[in-house]
């Protein structure tokens, strides 16, 4: 019969529609997620709205971490010099990188107490050039010093003004965390004080300083940054070039 044939071709091809359906989008060099044979067989690409795309940041094993991170925060804050001086000794080329090895050694050494799966994703999460290597900067800073706004702890609300305009921060350079891990000790020491000192300065209530007021006041409680210190320091705080910095969020950024 004439009509049987058709029939059967509609058939087969009214599957086709369900199976593209169900492809995912292709991602150029993202091996995250497994392809099924299927979808290998010269599909086109489904438009990328249809799923969200990983991006270099890792967004999930970065939810996934907090819990970890937090776990292993109070240990981190503890014994973080040790660990900086030995990440240091291991990273030769003073890139603010290390094998993942050498992690591994440095994380049984200070009892950091991961498990192999949590090891997995702080490795995963910390590999931000994507070459095996592990950022010991970006990693020690999640735990000491607190630059993201969204995050401020209670004590922080009360204790220090928070601004009327959100900061807009400006890049987290290796040298920019070297310099905040290197003052923090000194700053723990004599913020409550040195926040007054801040205000007397700011006679205008503005919540910003300039930046030779600023590095005045620093100097008055013993701390002297180098050019290259103030410079990347400012980079954070003055994307803008304002040539002033909000007292406020520098100061937020140790008081966790």
């Known amino acids: 019969m004439p009509s049987s044939t058709p029939s059967a071709t509609s058939s087969a091809t009214s599957t086709k529609p369900a199976t593209c359906a169900m492809q995912e989008p292709r991602v150029s060099s993202r091996p995250e997620r497994l392809k099924t044979s299927s979808s290998l067989l010269g599909q086109k690409s489904v438009p990328a709205s249809s799923r969200p795309q990983t991006t270099t940041t890792c967004s999930a094993p970065i939810l996934n971490c907090e819990t970890i991170e937090n776990k292993i925060r109070k240990n981190i804050q503890h014994s973080w010099r040790g660990i900086l001086k030995v990440c240091q000794e291991k990273d030769v080329s003073k890139l603010g990188e290390i094998l993942v090895s050498d992690f591994l050694d440095i994380a049984e050494k200070f009892n950091l107490d991961l498990s192999e799966g949590e090891i997995n994703q702080i490795t995963t999460k910390y590999d931000l050039q994507k070459n095996g290597r592990f950022a010991y900067y970006e990693f020690l800073q999640s735990s000491i010093l607190l630059l993201k706004p969204q995050e401020s ?36 020491c004599c913020w409550r004080p040195m926040k007054r000192t801040f205000k007397s300065y700011d006679e205008s209530h503005t919540g ?11 100097h008055e409680y013993s701390i002297d940054l180098t050019e290259e210190e103030l410079f990347n320091i400012l980079e954070y705080y003055d994307k803008t070039l304002s040539s002033k910095i909000s007292y406020n969020d520098f100061l937020r950024a140790f008081i966790q």
Do not use: E, N, Y
């Open 153 to 188: 702890s209670l004590l922080q609300r009360v204790i220090i003004q928070k601004p009327q305009k959100p900061m807009s921060p400006g890049p987290q350079t290796t040298s920019f965390f070297s310099a905040m891990l290197r003052i923090q000790p000194q700053i723990l």
């Open 208 to 218: 910003l300083l300039h930046i030779a007021d600023f590095r005045q006041v620093l």
